[in-house]
């Protein structure tokens, strides 16, 4: 399966669920370049991942993440063009 190029935003709500998070993201590691966290004022920190991966490996990531209550996140992938 073609890899693809993405980044997902979390933005974190509550903080109850932040270490059930950081386990997720640590077992879909082998698909994150890069990661930016940035505190906010009002409580609801975001996370920025850059990722490379199978849209079902990008797939898992995401969807574990927003089944966490108090954690959202929306996810964008490019298309490879590479082949044209």
């Not at 935003?9 to 997720?24: A, D, F, H, K, S």
């Not at 490379?52 to 490019?78: A, C, M, P």
């Amino acid at each position: 399966m073609e890899k693809r190029v993405g980044t997902a935003l979390i933005q974190i709500e509550t903080r109850e669920n932040v270490q059930l998070m950081n386990e997720i993201i640590s077992k879909h590691s082998q698909i994150i370049i890069g990661r930016q966290g940035l505190p906010r004022s009002n409580g609801q920190s975001i996370i920025s991942l850059v990722l490379e991966g199978t849209t079902d490996e990008i797939g898992s990531l995401t969807g574990q993440l927003g089944r966490i209550n108090g954690i959202q996140v929306k996810s964008v992938l490019l298309k490879n063009n590479q082949n044209e």
